[in-house]
């Protein structure tokens, strides 16, 4: 019971949250978080091409995963470099489109090998949402926050910058 006599809050109530979700080999950890939502995030070893890539989990409010959100966060975790690359086809097809404002030079990047996009970070959220952020890019609209591509399933749906004002 809350100390006002209303619904019980997360606080009250003797939920356990486990310190660490092992998934595919991958180990997320729970990380300090404000007692409304409960997030873990692992990070896979470092390649050769730079740094780790992350994955998280955020469960609002504070609740243990369920097995529905587990099997997508296998899901994720088991296909992360395929999921990573089709996010980014995927911006390489829609950030040419007139509304993303690309100069010209940052046009030309959408026809090199490589994008320039970074730092994947993917978060599942509890209602089975998810999306891969590029922490870092040189594409303006990325600045400071990054790129967002939001998924439905393994299938990307949306991508957006991630500016001050977002």
């Not at 606080?11 to 486990?18: F, K, R």
């Not at 730079?50 to 997508?72: F, K, M």
């Not at 089709?86 to 010209?104: I, K, Q």
């Amino acid at each position: 019971m809350s100390h006002d006599g209303g619904i019980p809050s997360i606080a009250d109530t003797d939920v356990h949250l486990p310190a660490t979700l092992r998934i595919a080999g991958l180990v997320l950890e729970r990380t300090e978080s404000p007692p409304s939502l409960a997030c873990w995030t692992g990070r896979f070893p470092e390649s050769a091409g730079g740094d780790a890539a992350v994955v998280s989990l955020v469960i609002e409010p504070a609740a243990p995963p369920d097995d529905v959100v587990l099997q997508l966060v296998l899901d994720v975790v088991s296909d992360f470099d395929v999921l990573v690359d089709r996010a980014a086809r995927y911006c390489r097809t829609r950030l040419g489109e007139r509304h993303f404002g690309l100069t010209s030079e940052e046009l030309g990047w959408l026809d090199l090998p490589e994008l320039p996009l970074a730092g994947p970070e993917a978060v599942v959220w509890a209602d089975r949402t998810w999306a891969i952020r590029f922490t870092e890019s040189r594409f303006r609209l990325a600045d400071p926050f990054g790129i967002l591509v939001t998924f439905n399933g393994t299938r990307p749906v949306d991508v957006q910058g991630l500016d001050d004002e977002q």
